[in-house]
């Protein structure tokens, strides 16, 4: 048997929104820097292992494009300074 009435349930719903201030420090690919020297930059600047140096380097040259690291701007900035003074092109997007 069912009541003659229905209760109508409002449940209220809380969206938890994390907000971050995380930005992609970007290397692009151009047709002066050497192979070696964008992998010595990156274990410089950014303290990749080779591995990773050598990785991102190969993205760079084929893709265009590589994140060579992610975090605030406040400590992406001179890291990027620091990839510029060498003659790498870098932006922090």
């Not at 969206?15 to 992609?24: C, G, L, N, Q, R």
């Not at 192979?35 to 950014?46: D, G």
């Not at 990749?48 to 992610?70: R, S």
């Amino acid at each position: 048997m069912r009541p003659s009435y229905q209760e109508d349930v409002m449940e209220d719903v809380l969206e938890v929104v994390e907000t971050t201030d995380a930005m992609d420090l970007v290397v692009f690919n151009d047709d002066y820097n050497t192979f070696e020297h964008v992998i010595n930059t990156l274990i410089r600047v950014c303290k990749h292992t080779a591995e990773q140096a050598e990785q991102c380097t190969m993205l760079i040259h084929y893709k265009g494009k590589c994140t060579v690291k992610t975090g605030a701007y406040d400590f992406l900035r001179p890291m990027r300074e620091s990839i510029c003074e060498a003659g790498i092109d870098a932006k922090i997007i």
